[in-house]
């Protein structure tokens, strides 16, 4: 599922995920500087801006299902602060906003289900 460069003994410089031109508020900053330390791990960072993700609940589903991954060292609580920099990266302020309405902004709670109009083009 994820190439890990870690196996072949190749590290990658140290980067921030993908931004899509926006100025990153300090906390989405630090919240990426998390992102950046755990994905890396496994794949390169350029992987998350290919990733095929529509809508903030869907980046949140994804990070669980990468949290799953033993070699992932993502501890459960630190879910929602990667979600906050990869939402905000993708989709911007409305995307975080979109999280917050669905409950997912503070780390270790759960979301509510999605509903129609959740999802941020």
């Given at each position: 599922?994820?190439?890990?460069?870690?196996?072949?003994?190749?590290?990658?410089?140290?980067?921030?995920?993908?931004?899509?031109?926006?100025?990153?508020p300090p906390e989405i900053e630090k919240a990426c500087d998390l992102?950046?330390?755990?994905?890396?791990?496994?794949?390169?960072?350029?992987?998350?801006?290919?990733?095929?993700?529509?809508?903030?609940?869907?980046?949140?589903?994804?990070?669980?299902?990468?949290?799953?991954?033993?070699?992932?060292?993502?501890?459960?609580?630190?879910?929602?602060?990667?979600?906050?920099?990869l939402v905000f990266q993708r989709f911007g302020q409305a995307g975080?906003?979109?999280?917050?309405?669905?409950?997912?902004?503070?780390?270790?709670?759960?979301?509510?289900?999605?509903?129609?109009?959740?999802?941020?083009?």
């Open positions: 599922m994820a190439f890990c460069f870690a196996a072949c003994g190749a590290r990658a410089p140290m980067a921030r995920p993908y931004s899509e031109g926006r100025e990153s992102t950046a330390h755990r994905c890396s791990k496994c794949h390169p960072l350029e992987r998350l801006k290919l990733s095929q993700v529509d809508s903030p609940a869907h980046w949140q589903s994804y990070v669980e299902r990468m949290r799953l991954q033993p070699e992932s060292g993502i501890a459960e609580t630190e879910c929602p602060t990667i979600v906050s920099c975080l906003e979109s999280l917050r309405k669905r409950g997912v902004s503070r780390p270790g709670t759960r979301p509510r289900p999605a509903e129609a109009g959740d999802g941020v083009p």
